[in-house]
């Protein structure tokens, strides 16, 4: 089955403690991108990559690391989290820049 | 920064009417995106547009890309209950995978 798979789904941690929120598909797709969702302000671009070793800032990308160094996998990495990075995260990869399949999204609160 | 205006930001209609909402962009892209989400869910995409002045229909849904390349619109016509999520348009570029996401339209819809 076609998916873009999102581990964990739900996280709470405290301020500081660095965590790893795992993004992986399985279509072979080029592009991949990760979002965050907060209410009233629809979902904003953290990151996005083109391809293999390629990766750019999307409009919030402050507080966020991402690697990608496998074609089917996209880590979104927060150093030092802080409570104003609770959020509903999600991955997405497409075929091409705009043909965008979701992940089912990560929960996290940051105590 | 980019901005996406997205309007209404929520509609309550009664089944079997006609739903029209729009999104503006301050800038120019080549691409135009519909989705929809569904509570609990990733959003799915529902049309995508790559040229000015292009009318692409999926069932009920007729999207179109405006002429100026800075809006789009969404008809779902003769709704049903099954319609209900949130309506998010997305404007960007094929080449990169950059995305600017609308605030969203809530859509409900009374049996």
């Known amino acids: 089955e076609a998916q873009v798979t999102q581990n964990p789904r739900y996280l709470i941690t405290v301020t500081g403690k660095k965590l790893t929120v795992t993004c992986s598909q399985n279509m072979n797709h080029e592009y991949m991108s990760w979002y965050r969702q907060d209410p009233g302000l629809g979902l904003r671009q953290i990151y996005y990559?083109?391809?293999?070793?390629?990766?750019d800032k999307g409009d919030v990308p402050e507080g966020y690391k991402v690697s990608r160094k496998e074609k089917r996998n996209f880590p979104l990495i927060l150093e030092s989290p802080s409570p104003n990075q609770t959020s509903l995260y999600f991955c997405a990869s497409g075929l091409r820049g705009y043909t965008q399949y979701f992940g089912p999204g990560t929960r996290l609160t940051v105590l | 920064g980019q901005q996406l205006n997205q309007s209404p930001q929520s509609m309550f209609i009664q089944e079997g009417e006609d739903v029209s909402m729009n999104c503006t962009s301050s800038s120019i892209f080549n691409t135009w995106l519909w989705y929809k989400q569904e509570p609990g869910e990733g959003p799915v995409l529902l049309i995508a547009?790559?040229?000015?002045?292009e009318l692409t229909s999926n069932g009920r849904l007729t999207a179109q890309f405006g002429i100026t390349r800075k809006d789009s619109f969404l008809n779902i016509s003769a709704s049903i209950p099954s319609d209900v999520g949130i309506y998010f348009c997305?404007?960007?570029?094929?080449?990169?995978?950059?995305?600017?996401f609308g605030q969203g339209t809530t859509l409900q819809v009374k049996p």
């Open positions: 990559s083109m391809n293999v070793e390629v990766t």
């Open positions: 997305a404007h960007g570029s094929s080449n990169t995978g950059k995305l600017i």
């Open positions: 547009l790559y040229k000015a002045g």
